[in-house]
């Protein structure tokens, strides 16, 4: 196994940084700074040509939906309105996802397929 750089963010502390981690990395490590959850942030750090990591610069995907649900990857490439569905879909959340889908046929039968700039977005 090799080991590479990763981002996370605490749950607790809002503490943010890179942890040297094995790969594929762990979705969640210890807080270096309280040692509570720090969970995986999926950002763009890797392309930064300055070395410095570009979450330091904006947050992941730059929305709010993205930066507090940074786990959920893809979802900085997805519209606001097919957010909802993406997050429960990732956490388990059955009900909510049933519930999202069933909104979204609603609607589909009501006003027909959506713009494409509904449904996919690109957020950074």
Request: charged content about 25%; glycine content about 8%; some cysteine.
């Amino acid at each position: 196994m090799s080991r590479m750089l990763f981002d996370y963010r605490c749950t607790a502390c809002t503490w943010e940084g890179e942890v040297y981690a094995e790969t594929p990395a762990p979705l969640s490590q210890q807080c270096p700074a309280c040692g509570d959850e720090a969970r995986r942030r999926y950002t763009t750090a890797g392309l930064a040509r300055s070395g410095r990591s570009l979450a330091a610069i904006a947050p992941a995907g730059g929305s709010i939906d993205c930066r507090d649900n940074a786990d959920v990857p893809g979802l900085c490439h997805v519209a606001p309105s097919a957010r909802r569905g993406l997050i429960a879909y990732h956490r388990g959340d059955v009900e909510t996802y049933q519930a999202e889908k069933k909104r979204q046929t609603r609607e589909f039968e009501q006003n027909g397929p959506p713009p494409a700039a509904n449904v996919f977005a690109h957020g950074h």
